[in-house]
């Protein structure tokens, strides 16, 4: 084991780089868990559920087909026009092979775009509550981070006025997620019409529209950003198979995105992993191809989920609620317990309630000071409702504690 404080050693980039909260929160958990402590984990943002039988026969075919082999660093060309019928179908976006690239999961495809577009002191917008890793990539490439406040009235979306008023002659890029994670507020086709006619006004700037959780939407059917043809030369889609097709082990994310920044993040990729595995990307053209019967069912348990444990969140007083219309997540406000005690512990802010929550009650979250926001905390309810039902015991046992 190396030191991390061993400054002389390792680069300022590493030292000075925050560990991913969601997966150091998942590790705690683990840790207790070793210890025998029965800890409930609703921190890990990952589907309960086992990749679909059809996924896993093809990856079996493919490792007896001899798919063992180095294959095209932006991804094997069938898998790409896979993809591309899946924006087609999914999306009505078209792309072209060309302009897709496959990642090692989203996350590299999300790192590889802010690589090949931020230079050193361009600013790139983030929406609060964002996803932990955009400002820790942000940071690794010397971008400056701009966030934009939003308001758990208004289901912590941001409005075409905020981004105008942020954007400068500085500005390079806009990441943001529909369904969001950590909030799952979706964006309507017409709150996302309002950024792009934002975005049209500046020539120089990109969009990330981070998809991931396009099949875990309970309302009206997806919208993707890149669907407003006067920016789409701007816009990069990202998706991947992790969340809708209970894949988040395989490793498989992708992006559409204009012709030369797809080859720019081919380039990119090349030095550092070259393209995801060879098994994975033949199972990713069953997923994208095949029946999306079980994505449709794993989507109707996480409804069911998400209303459970909404109901029984409202039942515990000071914990403040909104309905979130997608992903698998929830991220009430629990300032109201700030500055209480239980006689021995003193929550001073939501990284202290989170650590109370997961030593006291064991149940294991993440902070929203992660996510950019210090009043809220993101709960997963990719569990099963016994599990919820569990948890928010604890949790409301634990809360009403504090006075
Ligand atoms: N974007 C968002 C919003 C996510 O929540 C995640 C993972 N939970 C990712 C990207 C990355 O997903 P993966 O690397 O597993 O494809
Ligand atoms: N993205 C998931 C989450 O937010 C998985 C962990 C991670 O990749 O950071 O919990």
Same mark, same amino acid.
């Given at each position: 084991?190396?030191?991390?404080?061993?400054?002389?050693?390792?680069?300022?980039?590493?030292?000075?780089?925050?560990?991913?909260?969601?997966?150091?929160?998942?590790?705690?958990?683990?840790?207790?868990?070793?210890?025998?402590?029965?800890?409930?984990?609703?921190?890990?943002?990952?589907?309960?559920?086992?990749? $679909?039988?059809?996924?896993?026969?093809?990856?079996?075919?493919?490792?007896?087909?001899?798919?063992?082999?180095?294959?095209?660093?932006?991804?094997?060309?069938?898998?790409?026009?896979?993809?591309?019928?899946? !924006?087609?179908?999914?999306?009505?976006?078209?792309?072209?092979?060309?302009?897709? =690239?496959?990642?090692?999961?989203?996350?590299?495809?999300?790192?590889?775009? =802010?690589?090949?577009?931020?230079?050193?002191?361009?600013?790139?917008?983030?929406?609060?509550?964002?996803?932990?890793?955009?400002?820790?990539?942000?940071?690794?490439?010397?971008?400056? @981070? *701009?966030?934009?406040?939003?308001?758990?009235?208004?289901?912590?979306?941001?409005? $075409?006025?905020?981004?105008?008023?942020?954007?400068?002659?500085?500005?390079?890029? @806009?990441?943001?997620?529909?369904?969001?994670?950590?909030?799952?507020?979706?964006?309507?086709?017409?709150?996302?019409?309002?950024?792009?006619?934002?975005?049209?006004?500046?020539?120089?700037?990109?969009?990330?529209?981070?998809?991931?959780?396009?099949?875990?939407? /309970?309302?009206?059917?997806?919208?993707?950003?890149?669907?407003?043809?006067?920016?789409?030369?701007?816009?990069?889609? =990202?998706?991947?198979?992790?969340?809708?097709?209970?894949?988040?082990?395989?490793?498989?994310?992708?992006?559409?995105? $204009?012709?030369?920044?797809?080859?720019?993040?081919?380039?990119?990729?090349?030095?550092?992993?070259?393209?995801?595995?060879?098994?994975?990307?033949?199972?990713?053209?069953?997923?994208?191809?095949?029946?999306?019967?079980?994505?449709?069912?794993? *989507?109707?348990?996480?409804?069911?989920?998400?209303?459970?444990?909404?109901?029984?969140?409202?039942?515990?007083?000071?914990?403040?609620?909104?309905?979130?219309?997608?992903?698998?997540?929830?991220?009430?406000?629990?300032?109201? /317990? !700030?500055?209480?005690?239980?006689?021995?512990?003193?929550?001073?802010?939501?990284?202290?309630?989170?650590?109370?929550?997961?030593? *006291?009650?064991?149940?294991?979250?993440?902070?929203?000071?992660?996510?950019?926001?210090?009043?809220?905390?993101?709960?997963?309810?990719?569990?099963?409702?016994?599990?919820?039902?569990?948890?928010?015991?604890?949790?409301?046992?634990?809360?009403?504690?504090?006075?």
């Amino acid at each position: 084991m190396y030191d991390l404080t061993v400054k002389q050693q390792l680069s300022d980039r590493i030292t000075n780089l925050a560990e991913s909260a969601t997966l150091k929160m998942a590790a705690l958990s683990r840790e207790l868990k070793g210890q025998g402590i029965d800890v409930i984990t609703l921190s890990l943002g990952e589907p309960d559920f086992d990749t $679909p039988e059809h996924i896993r026969e093809a990856a079996k075919a493919a490792i007896d087909g001899g798919y063992t082999h180095y294959t095209p660093v932006p991804g094997y060309k069938d898998l790409r026009e896979a993809v591309c019928l899946k !924006f087609k179908r999914d999306n009505n976006l078209d792309y072209t092979p060309e302009q897709i =690239v496959v990642s090692t999961g989203a996350k590299q495809s999300i790192a590889n775009v =802010v690589f090949c577009l931020v230079n050193p002191g361009e600013e790139v917008l983030l929406p609060i509550p964002y996803w932990v890793s955009y400002a820790a990539q942000i940071e690794l490439a010397q971008g400056v @981070i *701009k966030e934009i406040t939003t308001d758990i009235d208004k289901e912590f979306k941001v409005t $075409p006025e905020q981004l105008d008023a942020a954007i400068t002659e500085n500005t390079k890029l @806009i990441i943001f997620s529909s369904p969001c994670n950590p909030t799952g507020s979706v964006y309507t086709k017409e709150e996302l019409r309002g950024i792009a006619e934002v975005v049209a006004k500046y020539e120089n700037l990109y969009v990330v529209a981070d998809e991931i959780y396009e099949h875990i939407n /309970y309302g009206d059917k997806h919208e993707s950003l890149a669907q407003f043809d006067f920016i789409k030369d701007r816009v990069i889609t =990202v998706n991947g198979l992790s969340k809708g097709f209970a894949m988040t082990g395989w490793r498989l994310g992708f992006i559409g995105a $204009p012709l030369p920044i797809a080859k720019a993040c081919t380039k990119m990729q090349g030095q550092f992993t070259s393209a995801t595995c060879s098994i994975a990307q033949r199972a990713a053209i069953a997923a994208l191809t095949g029946s999306l019967d079980a994505t449709h069912a794993m *989507k109707a348990e996480f409804h069911k989920r998400r209303d459970l444990l909404l109901g029984l969140l409202n039942d515990i007083p000071g914990v403040k609620t909104y309905v979130p219309k997608g992903a698998f997540y929830i991220f009430p406000d629990v300032s109201h /317990y !700030f500055g209480k005690s239980d006689g021995e512990t003193t929550i001073e802010n939501v990284d202290d309630l989170c650590m109370y929550l997961l030593n *006291k009650a064991h149940v294991s979250l993440v902070t929203g000071s992660a996510f950019g926001n210090d009043q809220c905390l993101r709960i997963s309810y990719a569990a099963s409702e016994d599990i919820l039902i569990e948890a928010a015991k604890r949790i409301k046992e634990y809360l009403g504690k504090l006075v």
